[in-house]
């Protein structure tokens, strides 16, 4: 089976990265949103299918630009930005999308910043760990007066 990303570390626990197929379908869901821009959906595709592909090491400012953004074989990302900008607006997108439909999607797009290799975390990574657990009943606690 395919892994898209290295495993993810959450606390102690080790969690494994979803395949292929799951990575897919959660690409699609967040393509079919709305509130993301064109360009936005076009530069999310390309950077999931290269890391799919095995080459989000590849994934630099140059490439995408002349790629994705119709940027021609002169681009300087040195003095151009556009792929910065970009990057940063997908990245408030897809949060606007976890944070409102997405909120149960059961993988999740996430684009670091200072990075443009995505990377997929399932729910699972998302858990709290055991002191995050025993915070959470502590607030009930005191928060219950129990």
């Known amino acids: 089976?395919?892994?898209?990303?290295?495993?993810?570390?959450?606390?102690?626990?080790?969690?494994?990265?979803?395949?292929?197929?799951?990575?897919?379908?959660?690409?699609?869901?967040?393509?079919?949103?709305?509130?993301?821009?064109?360009?936005?959906?076009?530069?999310?595709?390309?950077?999931?299918?290269?890391?799919?592909?095995?080459r989000a090491a590849n994934l630099k400012a140059y490439g995408i630009a002349t790629a994705v953004l119709a940027r021609g074989?002169?681009?300087?990302?040195?003095?151009?930005?556009?792929?910065?900008?970009?990057?940063?607006?997908?990245r408030r997108s897809l949060q606007h999308y976890y944070l409102t439909r997405g909120r149960a999607a059961p993988i999740r797009i996430v684009i670091p910043k200072g990075s443009y290799a995505p990377r997929f975390e399932t729910s699972a990574a998302r858990l709290p760990g055991p002191a995050t657990s025993r915070f959470l009943e502590l607030m009930r606690f005191m928060e219950w007066g129990h």
């Open 1 to 54: 089976m395919l892994r898209p990303d290295r495993s993810t570390t959450t606390g102690d626990r080790r969690d494994a990265s979803p395949d292929r197929a799951a990575v897919g379908e959660a690409l699609d869901a967040v393509l079919k949103d709305a509130s993301a821009s064109a360009r936005q959906k076009l530069l999310l595709r390309f950077v999931v299918q290269e890391a799919l592909a095995g």
């Open 73 to 90: 074989a002169r681009f300087d990302p040195g003095t151009d930005p556009v792929v910065r900008t970009e990057m940063s607006a997908l």
